[in-house]
């Protein structure tokens, strides 16, 4: 950067001193986070909050992994921020083997805001749609009931596990009269308005199914995790470690999973290193003071940091940027993304021609050389305490459950496609965990299976099984499920 002027240069290391979190930070963060998984687990399911515990770690009622050995037909609605997803699934004879058709539909922006019944009136659309185009049958009624597990990717408490009362909405939806009420019979009563041959069998969050759906097909697999639109994980715990279902009376040694919703994790502000961004990301949010470690991390959030930066920078007049330049376009609030940020970093030239462009047809904005330089470190930058942060979540779990060695399934946009992000969330596990140098990675965060696809499938077939087999536990009517 030797041809980067000296006011840029300043703002870039102040830059790299407010988006830096160091080895110390993350073993101050990680330490704190497995503190609170306890705290979270300790509650009743209707107190989330109180005595510092701002996690909510829902059971889930998914009662162990799968074998392997499941078979059957089973139709899987994946519904996440951007997409909604149908899918058919037949599980295999053959040893963790299965195939799948399945349609992706936009969520339109509209509906996360709008009124409830045009949500699940749009859902059962879709839904009506993919059957009649991949079942040629007279009628729909003429068809025999397929049971079905509904991702369902916000947080919910669940005292059964065919039933979900949504805590909060995330991942930008925010439909009044959700809140606080059971989504199951919401999702059914449009389903039988349009009377479609579906059973629902299982309400699962997108985590728990990605933790499900990898271990599918190993059996190494504890953790799984979403690193996307919204970030969380799922691991299986002893029942009679989760006081919180108590009541129940089933055997300590049982395994439930558990959805921890760790995007919640400091919502308090204790130990997360949030900048004056992190704090305006907050302030104009849907709902401030919520979801305080998702909004450093998930994708939803990164282009919005890299652009309310590069606005303080214009408007600060001891580091002009863009000067003389029409901002609007970069003035308006999350007008970029993470794929934006991803492809700053994916510029292969020295001279950052794409960087360039790409500045110029989002934001009609002519950067010179010093500016697009600015940009990719600051795009590095977000990139980077994203990864690092991240891994706080995994080792806290790994912690917590003395796990030694395992492997993560991880799954999510960030996770997949933001370049990099694997390579500097392993670094920052090595930093957390102590691992020596040389020595090889015992915690592995892998590609996941397809969780809200296959693994809603699987926990579809793992209730209907036990069941049938007499376990009951979070089971409301086996008429319901069978």
């Known amino acids: 950067m030797s041809d980067v002027p000296d006011n840029i240069l300043e ?31 300790s509650f009743v399911p209707t107190c989330l909050s109180g005595a510092g515990g701002s996690i909510p770690m829902n059971p889930t009622w998914v009662m162990g992994y799968p074998d392997g ?28 083997e299965f195939d799948i058709i ?10 996360k805001t709008g009124e409830s019944e045009e949500l699940w009136e749009y859902i059962a659309d879709c839904i009506q749609q993919f059957i009649e185009y991949h079942h040629e049958v007279e009628s729909l009624e003429k068809l025999d009931k397929i049971p079905l597990g509904f991702t369902f990717s916000f947080p919910a408490t669940q005292n059964f596990i065919d039933n979900g009362i949504l805590q909060r909405w995330t991942k930008g939806f925010d439909i009044a009269g959700v809140e606080g009420k059971d989504v199951a019979p919401l999702f059914e009563a449009a389903i039988e308005k349009r009377k479609l041959p579906i059973r629902l069998s299982a309400l699962i969050n997108d985590t728990t199914g990605t933790l499900i759906a990898s271990a599918y097909t190993d059996d190494t697999m504890k953790i799984g995790c979403i690193f996307g639109t919204g970030c969380n994980a799922a691991y299986m715990e002893n029942c009679g470690s989760v006081p919180k279902i108590a009541d129940y009376n089933l055997p300590p040694d049982m395994p439930i999973a558990i959805n921890c919703e760790y ?40 282009g919005e940091l890299f652009r309310l930066v590069l606005v303080d920078l214009y408007d600060n007049k001891n580091c002009p940027v863009f000067e003389g330049q029409d901002i609007s376009k970069l003035r308006k609030a999350y007008t970029l993304d993470s794929s934006f940020l991803s492809l700053i970093e994916e510029d292969p030239y020295e001279n950052l021609t794409d960087t360039s462009r790409l500045l110029k047809d989002a934001l009609d904005i002519t950067a010179n050389k010093a500016e697009l330089e600015l940009c990719r470190r600051l795009a590095e930058l977000i990139g ?4 690092r942060l991240s891994a706080c979540g995994v080792a806290a779990i790994c912690k917590k459950k003395d796990i030694q060695s395992c492997h993560v399934g991880a799954d999510g946009s ?5 370049p990099h992000f694997k390579a500097r969330g392993a670094v920052a596990l090595r930093e957390i965990l102590d691992w020596k140098d040389g020595e090889k990675d015992r915690v592995n965060i892998l590609a996941a299976e397809d969780g809200s696809g296959v693994g809603a499938a699987l926990i579809a077939a793992l209730t209907i099984k ?17």
């Open 466 to 482: 036990r069941v049938k087999e007499g376990n009951l536990a979070g089971i409301r009517n086996t008429a319901d499920i069978l």
């Open 11 to 41: 703002q870039i290391k102040h830059l790299e001193e407010i988006f830096t979190v160091d080895q110390a930070k993350l073993k101050e963060i990680t330490n704190h986070f497995v503190k609170e998984l306890g705290k979270g687990k």
């Open 263 to 302: 995007g919640a994790f400091d919502n308090e502000h204790v130990v997360l290193p949030r900048t004056s961004y992190d704090i305006v990301v907050d302030k104009d949010s849907p709902r401030p003071g919520q979801q305080a470690f998702e909004k450093m991390i998930a994708g939803l959030y990164l």
């Open 69 to 96: 050995h499941e078979t059957g037909t089973y139709l899987a609605l994946d519904m996440g921020g951007t997409n909604l997803r149908v899918c058919e699934i037949i599980l295999l004879e053959e040893k963790g």
């Open 414 to 418: 960030v996770f997949n496609k933001y």
């Open 102 to 111: 399945q349609s992706k539909y936009r969520m339109p922006e509209e509906l």
């Open 384 to 387: 980077t305490r994203a990864a």
